[in-house]
T-cell receptor
Framework: RKEVEQDPGPFNVPEGATVAFNCTYS??????FFWYRQDCRKEPKLLMS???SGNEDGRFTAQLNRASQYISLLIRDSKLSDSATYLC???????????FGTGTKLQVIP | GAVVSQHPSWVICKSGTSVKIECRSL??????MFWYRQFPKQSLMLMAT?????????EQGVEKDKFLINHASLTLSTLTVTSAHPEDSSFYIC?????????FGPGTRLTVT
């Protein structure tokens, strides 16, 4: 089983739609979870950290389910500019070392 | 602004030659930096952890004699791809970490012909 798994997509959604991505992780000792966004041929950039209680940043909501070992990202009112690959990132050993999922590609269409 | 820079941003080299990629921390000192590789349509894979003043720690399956890492100062880590082959063509990204996130360089696209 992969350490971090994501549905690669692509998810093609119309502008204004709500879309959700899930990510599962295998290491129950993982402590830190993040969603990163990566545009084509660019470096990943932090979108948001994921906290145990769940957290929201504008149109983006992240949730953590430790019992089932998955995290989720919900995007409301999708914009064309949200089109990107969303990477699930999990702390895998040591507070700085992380493992990336393969990413979920989102395409928002007009 | 950018907190990690990489140079070069892209490079084309002939098979058998060596290529050096530089990764600089522009704001705070980084005793630890990370080197990743990303093939098309795949995720970032950690290659090695670069430690200032000591040997790098390589991930399983990464040849340390082929991918030479030097972290001689608190702001600079270099990755040298020795005797490059076409299968080494990839997007190489370095990063440094704080307690809360990783900061990535812009990446270096290596094409070996």
């Amino acid at each position: 089983r992969k350490e971090v798994e994501q549905d690669p997509g692509p998810f093609n959604v119309p502008e204004g739609a709500t879309v959700a991505f899930n990510c599962t992780y295998s290491n129950s000792a993982s402590q830190s979870f993040f969603w990163y966004r990566q545009d084509c041929r660019k470096e990943p950039k932090l979108l948001m950290s994921v906290y145990s209680s769940g957290n929201e940043d504008g149109r983006f909501t992240a949730q953590l389910n430790r019992a089932s070992q998955y995290i989720s990202l919900l995007i409301r009112d999708s914009k064309l500019s949200d089109s990107a690959t969303y990477l699930c990132v999990v702390n895998s050993g040591g507070y700085q070392k992380v493992t990336f999922g393969t990413g979920t590609k989102l395409q928002v269409i007009p | 602004g950018a907190v990690v820079s990489q140079h070069p941003s892209w490079v084309i080299c002939k098979s058998g030659t060596s290529v050096k990629i530089e990764c600089r921390s522009l704001d705070f000192q980084a005793t630890t930096m990370f080197w990743y590789r990303q093939f098309p349509k795949q995720s970032l894979m950690l290659m090695a952890t670069s430690n200032e003043g000591s040997k790098a720690t390589y991930e399983q399956g990464v040849e340390k004699d082929k991918f030479l890492i030097n972290h001689a100062s608190l702001t600079l880590s270099t990755l040298t791809v020795t005797s490059a082959h076409p299968e080494d063509s990839s997007f190489y990204i370095c990063s440094k970490a704080s307690s809360y996130e990783q900061y990535f360089g812009p990446g270096t696209r290596l094409t070996v012909t």
